[in-house]
């Protein structure tokens, strides 16, 4: 499985984007898919998943701003982001768990600054 990892970029804060997700390979074997993020200095930190199935869930420091989607017919998942606040700087990975382990994307750049 390969990843690519687009949609980032600079927004002013309150401001919205869209990262994208795309995969190609052994999509048959993906479980589920998840975005995770690191800011400067920090560990990396997981803020969204979504299954096959269709189920998410959001790390609480994203709920009700984060959304994770995912459009099978193009093997591509989604992380849209509102609200965008200051502290969701960060590098964003996107990453596939399936039967023959994980796979991650390059990281994609969110800055949020005035």
């Known amino acids: 499985v390969q990843l690519q990892a687009s949609g980032g970029g600079l927004v002013q804060p309150g401001g919205s984007l869209r990262l994208s997700c795309a995969a190609s390979g052994s999509i048959f074997s993906i479980n589920f898919v998840a975005w995770y993020r690191r800011a400067p200095g920090k560990v990396r930190d997981l803020i969204a998943t979504i299954t096959t199935g269709g189920s998410t869930n959001y790390a609480d420091s994203v709920k009700d701003r984060f959304t994770i989607s995912g459009d099978n017919a193009k093997n591509t998942w989604y992380l849209q982001m509102n609200s965008l606040k200051p502290e969701d700087t960060a590098l964003y990975y996107c990453?596939?768990?399936?039967?023959?382990?994980?796979?991650w994307g390059q990281g994609t750049q969110v800055t949020v600054s005035s």
């Open positions: 990453n596939a768990v399936t039967t023959i382990g994980p796979y």
